[in-house]
């Protein structure tokens, strides 16, 4: 007798879709943003097939208007969908008014570091050698950073750790991030 590889069942509704970006911004006045990639990744060992469809509708009434792609995702083979993702689609009249908003937010940023850089060099020579260390928010950040990296990741099954305090990859790798920030501080001080 012949056993058969029989592949999982999969779940309608519940995989995962990858798709980049995860936004997309039109300008009516901007024929080069008429048409952007919208880039659907493919981890699986099974061929996806997927729907897009166009939008031609640019008028004024539109303007703002927060649309939504919507990717739905199946086995080449099958009709139920696996997975969706929305992409927000939004219409603008013109890139001039999103480039005056980063420019705004841009000279927000420059002036708090600026103000920031002010403050620090205001503190009197005294205080910065009486402080001979890290601060205690520095090292408790440290601490929790560290603890984060030992938790188990998701997906770990043989794990004494309530499932709750699992992490994530990305989690993990900000907690990472941030460790690496403090250790810059402390080195500094």
Do not use: W
């Amino acid at each position: 007798m012949q056993q058969q590889r029989r592949q999982p069942e999969l779940v309608e509704g519940n995989l995962p879709v990858f798709v980049f970006p995860t936004e997309l911004i039109f300008y009516a006045d901007d024929q080069s943003t008429h048409k952007q990639v919208l880039t659907l990744y493919n981890p699986y060992e099974f061929a996806l097939k997927f729907k897009v469809i166009r939008h031609r509708d640019v008028r004024p009434c539109h303007y703002g208007v927060m649309d939504k792609f919507r990717l739905q995702v199946s086995e080449q083979s099958q009709r139920k969908a696996l997975g969706r993702k929305e992409v927000i689609a939004t219409l603008l009249p013109t890139a001039k008014e999103q480039q005056q908003k980063e420019e705004e937010e841009k000279r927000i940023k420059e002036h708090l570091t600026e103000s920031v850089f002010f403050e620090q060099t205001l503190c009197p020579p005294e205080s910065r050698i009486a402080s001979s260390g890290p601060s205690l928010l520095t090292v408790f950040l440290g601490i929790v950073c560290i603890a984060a990296l030992m938790l188990p990741t998701l997906g770990e099954m043989d794990s004494l750790v309530p499932l709750y305090l699992h992490l994530s990859v990305n989690q993990k790798l900000v907690a990472a991030y941030v460790l690496g920030l403090i250790t810059m501080v402390i080195l500094r001080t």
